[in-house]
Nanobody, 122 residues
Framework: QVQLVESGGGLVQSGGSLRLSCAAS????????MGWFRQTPGKEREFLAC????????FYADSVKGRFSISRDNAKNTVYLQMNSLKPEDTAVYYC???????????????WGQGKQVTVSS
């Protein structure tokens, strides 16, 4: 079992930045792949980014490439999502997720955080 607790988020103006954190417990953090997703009402949960166990490789959705950055600190059991140049369309509930395989598909992630609201005002 893996427990994930997100922090950060909130309200920011368009063009601003926010950083989300996700603290993991219950399993050796360095053994799990981590990802970030987001969801808006009435839409499917959307892949944003993922990072390999040692942090050496990352993948991004086209919608956030160049603006968002995923990183992890295995000593702190934490994964981060740095979000820059935020746009109103980035408004969503953001989720961190843990899995065994590096993937962009949400069904391949076994554990999920509770979600954090990010609102970008125009």
């Amino acid at each position: 079992q893996v427990q994930l607790v997100e922090s950060g988020g909130g309200l920011v103006q368009s063009g601003g930045s926010l950083r989300l954190s996700c603290a993991a417990s219950g399993r050796t953090f360095s053994s799990i792949v981590m990802g970030w997703f987001r969801q808006t009402p009435g839409k499917e949960r959307e892949f944003l980014a993922c990072i390999t166990r040692n942090g050496g490789t990352t993948f991004y959705a086209d919608s956030v490439k160049g603006r968002f950055s995923i990183s992890r600190d295995n000593a702190k059991n934490t994964v981060y999502l740095q979000m820059n140049s935020l746009k109103p369309e980035d408004t969503a509930v953001y989720y961190c997720a843990a899995g065994k395989l590096i993937a962009t598909i949400k069904s391949l992630y076994n554990y999920w955080g509770q979600g954090k609201q990010v609102t970008v005002s125009s």
